[in-house]
């Protein structure tokens, strides 16, 4: 199957990465972005990797077509172009529903919404999808953990628990500065928090085990786990987390579930 990416911004390139670094590499990929330097440098380092002059050009080559371009301009990108029947369509356009994608891409029928993270470059982390289609069930497979969705709502709830990203790695230096604070030094306190919780979630996905039984499990009565636990619950600490994912998936287009 011959690829092809309309966009190459940092999540395209993520993708194409992915694809060309694992056990089966594509025979093909065509690319496209307006901005030329971000094609040559896939090009020049990926040698499945070719350039099209525009992207009518590398629809006409393809197979497949990852749409990477930003949701303000998909409509007068997508319908200048002229698509196939037979095309399978993999849109990455954050926040424009699939209808309206599958508007744009007509007659494409196998249009599906996926939502990628930065780390299918280096073949980890989830990959959503919606609706299951086995061709691209079986290219996200290679680079990352695919996992088909059974509604477009399910996957725009998931995709606003990406929004947590940044969150994340924000309490990780808060937790570093602390260390350091405290005396240690920088690059070993942040090597020591990525490592944990890195082996957290390995732990976590290695256990056929319930998420609220594994905070059971490892807030032993008396414990340091029991005490932090504890403490925070009384400071309602995990409230915001859920009113800013409320609020992401309002941004969605989805109101909010009740609690």
């Not at 050009?57 to 990108?77: G, M, S």
């Not at 980890?124 to 290679?142: E, H, M, Q, R, T």
């Not at 969150?167 to 942040?190: Q, R």
Request: proline share 6%; hydrophobic share 45%.
């Amino acid at each position: 199957m011959i690829l092809g990416f309309v966009g190459v911004g940092n999540i395209g390139k993520a993708i194409i990465t992915g694809l060309c670094t694992g056990s089966k590499p594509p025979e093909k990929i065509v690319v496209y972005d307006v901005d030329d330097a971000k094609c040559r440098s896939l090009a020049d380092r990926f040698a499945q990797v070719e350039i099209a002059p525009d992207n009518q050009t590398l629809l006409n080559r393809v197979d497949c077509v990852f749409l990477c371009v930003l949701p303000q301009i998909a409509p007068q990108v997508l319908l200048s172009l002229n698509f196939r029947e037979d095309h399978h369509v993999v849109t990455i356009i954050a926040i424009r529903p699939l209808k309206e994608i599958g508007e744009y891409v007509a007659p494409a029928k196998s249009v599906i919404r996926a939502v990628p993270l930065p780390g299918i470059a280096h073949h980890v982390g989830p990959v959503i999808f919606y609706p299951n289609n086995d061709a691209v069930a079986k290219l996200f497979a290679s680079t990352a953990l695919a996992i088909p969705v059974s509604s477009e709502d399910d996957l725009i709830v998931l995709s606003a628990i990406t929004g947590l990203i940044a969150p994340y790695y924000e309490l990780v230096t808060n937790l570093t500065n602390w260390a350091v604070s405290a005396g240690v030094d920088e690059t070993i306190a942040g090597q020591y928090n990525l490592a944990m919780f890195d082996a957290l979630n390995c732990l976590a996905r290695g256990k056929e085990t319930r998420l609220d039984e594994l905070v059971a499990e490892v807030a032993t009565h008396g414990g340091l786990n029991y005490q932090a636990l504890r403490d925070l619950k009384k400071k309602k600490a995990f409230d915001p987390f859920l009113e800013v994912l409320d609020d992401l998936l309002k941004r969605l287009g989805l109101e909010a579930p009740p609690r």
